[in-house]
């Protein structure tokens, strides 16, 4: 059974900050790698200002090389929007590896906010990674009122494969100040300068035109 994290976002575009806490959460949860879920669109992001798919997979796939880091498109090929469809696919289309669900302090203060949040969290284990700023409204939220009964100490993060969803873990990083909306502000166009017309996703194999 392999061990794979799970952090779902535009990655518009994939920078340092989104490779660091995926290597600190392989370290600290165990894991024999972290997945990309290159959103094909956001329910909660604008449409305005995203690039392509095929730019914002390439992107991700530079900033991964050399690591234990799969950028995947994958809910374009599911056919799947929101993060309780894909989760629910992946864990049927893939019985031979253990999914624990990636997510930063930000995204626990708006978890709420998501489709069928709850049936997030009784699916998969949860890891939440603290982010300057968002750690006090996540704890005061309402997603840690319903979730906190079910916190796992950091001291046993290895022991994931073992708790029962909903089961939440809450992990602590060096900060990274690096922001994807920084980096769209200096450089706008950022993904016509990519190389890689049509990457290759790396879980289903398949090009991503």
């Known amino acids: 059974m392999k061990r794979v994290g799970l952090l779902g ?3 518009n575009p994939a920078h340092g ?3 660091r806490i995926s290597l600190a959460a392989i370290d600290a949860l165990g894991l024999d790698e972290v997945w990309w879920l290159v959103s094909p669109g956001n329910p909660l992001k604008p449409a ?4 392509p798919l095929a730019a914002r997979l390439a992107s991700a796939r530079a900033m991964a090389r050399r690591a234990p880091i799969r950028p995947t498109a994958i809910e374009r090929r599911l056919g799947t929007r929101f993060t309780v469809d894909t989760l629910v696919r992946l864990v049927r289309l893939y019985p031979d590896r253990r999914f624990i669900w990636l997510m930063g302090a930000d995204n626990l203060a708006q978890f709420p906010l998501w489709r069928q ?3 997030i969290a009784r699916t998969v284990p949860i890891a939440v990674i603290a ?3 968002y750690d006090d409204r996540a704890r005061a939220g309402l997603a840690m009122g319903w979730l906190g ?3 796992h100490p950091p001291g046993r993060s290895r022991e994931w494969t073992s708790w029962r969803p909903p089961a939440l873990v809450l ?3 060096r900060p990274d100040p690096t922001s994807a909306t920084r980096l769209r502000a ?3 166009r950022w993904h016509l300068s990519l190389g890689t017309p049509a990457p290759r996703d790396a879980v289903t194999r398949r090009l991503i035109l």
Do not use: I, N
């Open 17 to 19: 900050g989104h490779r």
């Open 48 to 51: 305005e200002g995203m690039a």
């Open 131 to 133: 982010r300057p700023g």
């Open 186 to 188: 200096s450089h706008p």
């Open 149 to 151: 009964r079910f916190v």
């Open 117 to 119: 949040w709850r049936r």
């Open 171 to 173: 992990l602590r990083f």
């Open 9 to 11: 976002g535009s990655f």
